[in-house]
């Protein structure tokens, strides 16, 4: 086949949005037709026993679905929204609230399950953790960071396992003359498997570290614990520091060099035993103008679950920009190409994009069940904002756009879109009363 | 961009000199015109640059009125007191023109000049019946806005003045397009001194046009219903991805009820 219009390929939560779309809008349309409460049909379908083996080869390890809708709602102030749908009413507003509940599989993958599923490469993540003989560390990744903050949570980890400040661990990523061979920056898998290299590299430190603590404390290997930056016996006050290690490691004049090599320098490859489950829900509330068919968002709430967290900052970043990336799908992007292929949205004179003023404050949370099958706990939080939000954008759009008769619209509900719907909703009710 | 010669006018004589000699263009505030030589959508082979020509700048207020010169960029405007207190319409559309970068270099000459469809400041001049004053005379706004892109200016003519007389009431609401935010429809409604309404729409159609229904139904009654109660034709109306030329015309009569209410 030829084509002129121009090549697609995955994008941030790829097949997530798009699967969440499709069965929340039907959980919402399916409350809406038995006059169940949104929260409640979702409730009656929230899976509670761990871990669950689903019809499609995944098993979800662990989460905890009502936690977070329960936060969403409390950060939604549902309690309120029927009396701001009235005061919206009465400036001739219409008001609506959506929810989606999202699952989402992360940290890909096992290399055997997506070999099985068609995959031509392995999806394991590769780390090496490089002590230097002064004791600060170098992390080479093979995950690559453009803007999620690895170098920051990276260097989290290791300061924090290792006992060294975190300004004297540098990150490398991204230069495949550094890096050992891994797999890169998707499916919100470094730190679930990037990360866990990591972990694993630095098992690997901690173990060699104990071997030369030992030697130079005259006590047995597994008397030896390591704690807080320090390699002590057990039981009592002896100890040497992560630092004098390192030196030791260099500096082999008093060490077991019929047993040990020189040096601390670990890599590891981790591939993982299962994907990891992010969850969550996101409320959205929607105020439109039935004149000119403009929405605005009014309020956005999400709690999700994405495990142990490393740096709520980065979390919480993520979660805005996944959130602003989803209401800019749902709301304004729109690639448009006329009858003759010619593209007419080819530049931001005609591409909307949402920009701050068309964003309400994005309030976020988190509840943590952490994953249960690598050691970080992590799942993963780079797609979730941009899987949940569109749903819950939609079905705040239907929600109010129910009392005038339209009973679907497709995204993106452009202002003139929307103007449009509500004008052909009060044609057909007109024709329906006159029938 | 294609090569071009540039010429620093020294005075508005100098400056029509240049622009007959040459058969070039007039640069005012450039964000218009550069953009356009940017994308090579315009070519002129010479610009006569009129940013030194200090008597084109600046604002003088009268009893009855306000006159602002060509070369007078939107974000003084917007930040006059005397605008602000002479025809508030005026300084709140001069604020919403553009970004903050286009407001600090883009000019009203400029703007009228250049007619954009969808630009702002003809909907003012057009609405409040102002007057451009050129090197070579006064053009009425009712005979200024000719066409797309297109006014009533003379290759060598310079607009050196935009004078408009206080209204009764005046207010501009504008419709942004989603992505570029220029007008997808703005309407200025104004009522006069002497009591007639004038409705000026930008964004809409090809080039700027008073709306006769509306100004019929706010002559009788100036409220947001009567306007609302309008029912605007589409024909001939702008359409694109981001609205109908239907569209367009039920935004008209609902943002001109907006600005009356507004006013």
Same mark, same amino acid.
């Given at each position: %086949?030829?084509?002129?219009?121009?090549?697609?390929?995955?994008?941030?939560?790829?097949?997530?949005?798009?699967?969440?779309?499709?069965?929340?809008?039907?959980?919402?349309?399916?409350?809406?037709?038995?006059?169940?409460?949104?929260?409640?049909?979702?409730?009656?379908?929230?899976?509670?026993?761990?871990?669950?083996?689903?019809?499609?080869?995944?098993?979800?390890?662990?989460?905890?679905?009502?936690?977070?809708?329960?936060?969403?709602?409390?950060?939604?102030?549902?309690?309120?929204?029927?009396?701001?749908?009235?005061?919206?009413?009465?400036?001739?507003?219409?008001?609506?609230?959506?929810?989606?509940?999202?699952?989402?599989?992360?940290?890909?993958?096992?290399?055997?399950?997506?070999?099985?599923?068609?995959?031509?490469?392995?999806?394991?993540?590769?780390?090496?953790?490089?002590?230097?003989?002064?004791?600060?560390?170098?992390? *080479?990744?093979?995950?690559?960071?453009?803007?999620?903050?690895?170098?920051?949570?990276?260097?989290?980890?290791?300061?924090?396992?290792?006992?060294?400040?975190?300004?004297?661990?540098?990150?490398?990523?991204?230069?495949?003359?550094?890096?050992?061979?891994?797999?890169?920056?998707?499916?919100?898998?470094?730190?679930?498997?990037?990360?866990?290299?990591?972990?694993?590299? %630095?098992?690997?430190?901690?173990?060699?570290?104990?071997?030369?603590?030992?030697?130079?404390?005259?006590?047995?290997?597994?008397?030896?614990?390591?704690?807080?930056?320090?390699?002590?016996?057990?039981?009592?006050?002896?100890?040497?520091?992560?630092?004098?290690?390192?030196?030791?490691?260099?500096?082999?004049?008093?060490?077991?060099?019929?047993?040990?090599?020189?040096?601390?320098?670990?890599?590891?490859?981790?591939?993982?035993?299962?994907?990891?489950?992010?969850?969550?829900?996101?409320?959205?509330?929607?105020?439109?103008?039935?004149?000119?068919?403009?929405?605005?968002?009014?309020?956005?709430?999400?709690?999700?679950? *994405?495990?142990?967290?490393?740096?709520? %900052?980065?979390?919480?970043?993520?979660?805005?920009?996944?959130?602003?990336?989803?209401?800019?799908?749902?709301?304004?992007?729109?690639?448009?190409?006329?009858?003759?292929?010619?593209?007419?949205?080819?530049?931001?004179?005609?591409?909307?994009?949402?920009?701050?003023?068309?964003?309400?404050?994005?309030?976020?949370?988190?509840?943590?069940?952490?994953?249960?099958?690598?050691?970080?706990?992590?799942?993963?939080?780079?797609?979730?904002?941009?899987?949940?939000?569109?749903?819950?954008?939609?079905?705040?759009?239907?929600?109010?756009?129910?009392?005038?008769?339209?009973?679907?619209?497709? %995204?993106?509900?452009?202002?003139?879109?929307?103007?449009?719907?509500?004008?052909?909703?009060?044609?057909?009710?007109?024709?329906?009363?006159?029938? | 961009?294609?090569?071009?010669?540039?010429?620093?006018?020294? @005075?508005?004589?100098?400056?029509?000199?240049?622009?007959?000699?040459?058969?070039?263009?007039?640069?005012?505030?450039?964000?218009?015109?550069?953009?356009?030589?940017?994308?090579?959508?315009?070519?002129?082979? #010479?610009?006569?640059?009129?940013?030194?020509?200090?008597?084109?700048?600046?604002?003088?207020?009268?009893?009855?009125?306000?006159? &602002?010169?060509?070369?007078?960029?939107?974000?003084?405007? =917007?930040?006059?007191?005397?605008?602000?207190? #002479? &025809?508030?319409?005026?300084?709140?559309?001069?604020?919403?023109?553009?970004?903050?970068?286009?407001?600090?270099?883009? #000019?009203?000459?400029?703007? &009228?000049?250049?007619?954009?469809?969808?630009?702002?400041?003809? =909907?003012?001049?057009?609405?409040?019946?102002?007057?451009?004053?050129?090197?070579?005379?006064?053009?009425?706004?009712?005979?200024?806005?000719?066409?797309?892109?297109?006014?009533?200016?003379?290759?060598?003519?310079?607009?050196?003045?935009?004078?408009?007389?206080?209204?009764?009431?005046?207010?501009?609401?504008?419709?942004?397009?989603?992505?570029?935010?220029?007008?997808?429809?703005?309407?200025?409604?104004?009522?006069?001194?002497?009591? @007639?309404?004038?409705?000026?729409?930008?964004?809409?159609?090809?080039?700027?046009?008073?709306?006769?229904?509306?100004?019929?139904?706010?002559?009788?009654?100036?409220?947001?219903?009567?306007?609302?109660?309008?029912?605007?034709?589409?024909?001939?109306?702008?359409?694109?991805?981001?609205?109908?030329?239907?569209?367009?015309?039920?935004?008209?009569?609902?943002?001109?009820?907006?600005?009356? =209410?507004?006013?």
């Amino acid at each position: %086949m030829f084509t002129n219009t121009v090549p697609v390929d995955a994008y941030r939560g790829a097949g997530r949005p798009e699967a969440t779309y499709v069965v929340e809008r039907l959980v919402h349309q399916a409350a809406v037709h038995m006059g169940i409460a949104q929260d409640e049909i979702r409730r009656r379908n929230f899976i509670r026993s761990f871990p669950h083996q689903t019809p499609v080869a995944l098993s979800y390890d662990i989460g905890d679905y009502d936690a977070c809708l329960d936060e969403a709602m409390r950060m939604a102030d549902v309690a309120g929204f029927e009396s701001r749908r009235a005061e919206s009413k009465r400036r001739g507003k219409l008001r609506g609230i959506g929810y989606a509940s999202y699952i989402e599989a992360c940290g890909i993958a096992p290399s055997n399950i997506a070999g099985a599923l068609g995959a031509r490469a392995g999806l394991y993540e590769a780390g090496e953790v490089r002590v230097h003989p002064t004791g600060s560390i170098t992390v *080479f990744t093979g995950s690559h960071q453009h803007g999620q903050g690895h170098e920051t949570t990276f260097a989290q980890i290791v300061a924090g396992r290792l006992g060294v400040p975190v300004e004297n661990v540098d990150v490398v990523h991204g230069d495949t003359g550094r890096v050992p061979f891994g797999m890169g920056t998707y499916g919100s898998r470094s730190l679930s498997v990037g990360g866990t290299a990591l972990y694993k590299a %630095m098992d690997k430190i901690i173990a060699k570290g104990r071997k030369i603590a030992a030697h130079l404390l005259e006590a047995s290997e597994g008397d030896i614990e390591f704690a807080d930056g320090k390699f002590t016996v057990a039981g009592t006050d002896r100890s040497k520091t992560f630092g004098e290690i390192a030196l030791t490691a260099y500096v082999p004049h008093n060490y077991p060099l019929d047993k040990l090599e020189p040096g601390l320098n670990e890599t590891a490859f981790y591939d993982p035993t299962n994907f990891t489950f992010p969850a969550g829900t996101h409320i959205c509330e929607v105020e439109i103008d039935p004149d000119t068919g403009v929405v605005e968002v009014e309020r956005f709430s999400a709690c999700d679950d *994405f495990g142990n967290i490393i740096n709520p %900052m980065i979390v919480e970043g993520q979660v805005h920009g996944g959130v602003v990336q989803g209401i800019g799908q749902a709301l304004m992007e729109n690639c448009v190409y006329d009858a003759d292929g010619q593209l007419l949205s080819g530049s931001l004179m005609d591409y909307a994009l949402p920009r701050a003023h068309d964003l309400p404050h994005i309030a976020v949370a988190t509840k943590v069940t952490p994953c249960t099958h690598n050691p970080l706990g992590a799942k993963g939080c780079g797609e979730a904002g941009a899987i949940g939000a569109p749903a819950a954008l939609m079905n705040a759009v239907h929600d109010a756009l129910a009392p005038v008769g339209v009973t679907s619209i497709d %995204m993106p509900v452009s202002a003139h879109r929307v103007w449009r719907a509500i004008a052909q909703a009060k044609r057909a009710g007109a024709s329906v009363a006159h029938a | 961009m294609y090569a071009f010669e540039w010429h620093r006018a020294t @005075s508005i004589a100098d400056a029509s000199a240049a622009l007959a000699r040459s058969g070039g263009r007039a640069l005012a505030g450039g964000q218009s015109l550069i953009a356009a030589m940017r994308l090579r959508l315009a070519q002129p082979g #010479t610009l006569v640059d009129l940013a030194g020509i200090a008597e084109l700048r600046g604002i003088r207020t009268s009893t009855d009125g306000l006159t &602002i010169g060509a070369m007078t960029r939107h974000a003084d405007v =917007a930040a006059s007191a005397d605008v602000k207190r #002479t &025809i508030p319409a005026v300084a709140a559309l001069a604020d919403g023109i553009g970004d903050a970068q286009i407001r600090n270099m883009g #000019t009203i000459g400029g703007s &009228i000049a250049t007619n954009d469809p969808a630009a702002d400041w003809p =909907a003012a001049v057009l609405g409040l019946a102002a007057t451009v004053t050129t090197n070579k005379r006064t053009i009425p706004a009712d005979a200024f806005f000719t066409g797309l892109y297109e006014t009533a200016l003379a290759g060598d003519e310079i607009i050196t003045e935009v004078a408009f007389r206080k209204p009764g009431r005046a207010a501009y609401v504008k419709f942004p397009n989603p992505a570029s935010r220029f007008a997808l429809v703005g309407v200025f409604v104004a009522q006069l001194g002497d009591g @007639s309404v004038r409705v000026a729409v930008s964004g809409a159609g090809p080039c700027v046009f008073r709306s006769a229904p509306l100004e019929a139904a706010l002559s009788k009654s100036f409220t947001q219903d009567a306007a609302r109660q309008v029912k605007i034709a589409s024909d001939g109306l702008n359409g694109d991805l981001h609205g109908s030329p239907e569209y367009r015309a039920h935004l008209v009569a609902v943002l001109a009820g907006r600005a009356v =209410a507004a006013a």
